[in-house]
């Protein structure tokens, strides 16, 4: 398994800010991915985070509205930007050991409220 | 592209029965699927795994079964308990990309176990 934490667990923020959240896990892993499960949804998937390159986005999410970094195999952020009430939402960090192992491993996820 | 299907509808169950649990799929038959468990303000944690060539996987009091024809996953809880409420996530591939599978989760039944 893997041990993941997610900084801050919960923020208030002003429509037109932005916010980061940050993903540690507790040892080296392979695949890291940023989801977003919003009141009643299932997850969606925003991107996959990729060492040393450019996040990799999926259809719906871009880069302008959420940055990712991952500078090495421990850690990521992503950052909401010019946020609205629609981007109320839980953020999730999740991992995967290696790249083809099918379990992934979720963070305690981010519940961001946006006045 | 791939949907799935979990009821929306909270399912109650009184204690020491048996919880059945549904996943339909819409289009391709996935390689896997998963189901996780999700508590309320925590992240999703993984439960099982089962591929296309297997019928039925088990562990201790979960049981999940697929069938390709019918394009469903039943997962069950024998001799339920109160802790065992929560919302039960079913998850399948989606495609292969850059050498990985991606992940497409349900958005889930919430489980109710009345002692």
């Known amino acids: 398994s893997a041990v993941i934490s997610q900084k801050p667990s919960r923020d208030i923020c002003q429509r037109g800010t932005s916010l980061t959240i940050q993903c540690q896990v507790d040892?080296?892993?392979?695949?890291m991915f940023w989801y977003r499960q919003q009141p009643g949804q299932s997850l969606t998937l925003i991107a996959t985070?990729?060492?040393?390159?450019?996040?990799?986005?999926e259809s719906g999410f871009v880069i302008d509205k959420f940055p990712i970094s991952r500078p090495n195999l421990t850690f990521s952020t992503l950052t909401v930007s010019n946020m609205s009430p629609e981007d109320s939402s839980i953020y999730l960090c999740?991992?995967?050991?290696?790249?083809?192992?099918?379990?992934?491993?979720f963070g305690p996820g981010t519940r961001l409220l946006v006045l | 592209s791939q949907k799935i299907e979990q009821n929306s509808e909270a399912l109650n169950i009184q204690e020491g029965k048996t919880a059945t649990l549904t996943c339909n799929y819409t289009?391709?038959?996935?390689?896997?699927l998963q189901w996780y468990r999700q508590d309320p303000g925590r992240g999703p944690v993984f439960l099982l795994l089962?591929?296309?060539?297997?019928k039925e996987k088990r562990k201790e009091r979960l049981k999940v079964t697929f069938d390709t024809t019918l394009k469903q996953s039943l997962f069950h809880i024998t001799a339920s308990q109160p802790a065992d409420s929560a919302t039960y996530l079913c998850?399948?591939?989606?495609?292969?990309?850059?050498?990985?599978?991606?992940?497409?989760f349900g958005t889930g039944t919430k489980l109710q176990v009345i002692p």
């Open positions: 999740s991992v995967r050991r290696e790249r083809y192992q099918e379990t992934q491993y």
């Open positions: 040892s080296q892993v392979t695949m």
């Open positions: 985070a990729n060492q040393g390159s450019e996040a990799t986005y």
């Open positions: 289009n391709y038959s996935p390689a896997y």
């Open positions: 089962i591929r296309e060539n297997e």
């Open positions: 998850a399948l591939d989606m495609n292969r990309s850059g050498g990985y599978q991606k992940v497409t």
